[in-house]
């Protein structure tokens, strides 16, 4: 799956890694509603293609997931600031 790195160059695989740090960190330093959503251009880092589908629960097992992510930030990031803003689509 990774063979493309054999063939790069020491320069070149330095500079793969600083695009893939890069990817890392904006996602990582993403916040407030932006912890929620799809995040294509976070796996387009990766050479091979997204897949065209993804697989989606029902609402009532997706919005449990959802509260589950949320508590699971109380408890791993406790005294992180709250953005108390509502989600605005534009």
Do not use: N
């Amino acid at each position: 799956m990774d063979d493309d790195l054999d063939a790069l160059t020491r320069d070149a695989l330095v500079a793969e890694v600083r695009r893939l740090r890069a990817g890392i960190r904006r996602h990582r330093d993403s916040s407030g509603h932006d912890l929620c959503w799809y995040h294509p251009q976070l796996w387009s880092l990766l050479p091979e293609p997204i897949a065209p589908s993804v697989a989606v629960p029902p609402w009532p097992k997706f919005m449990r997931g959802c509260v589950a992510f949320r508590t699971s930030l109380d408890e791993e990031l406790q005294g992180a600031p709250a953005a108390d803003v509502e989600f605005d689509e534009t």
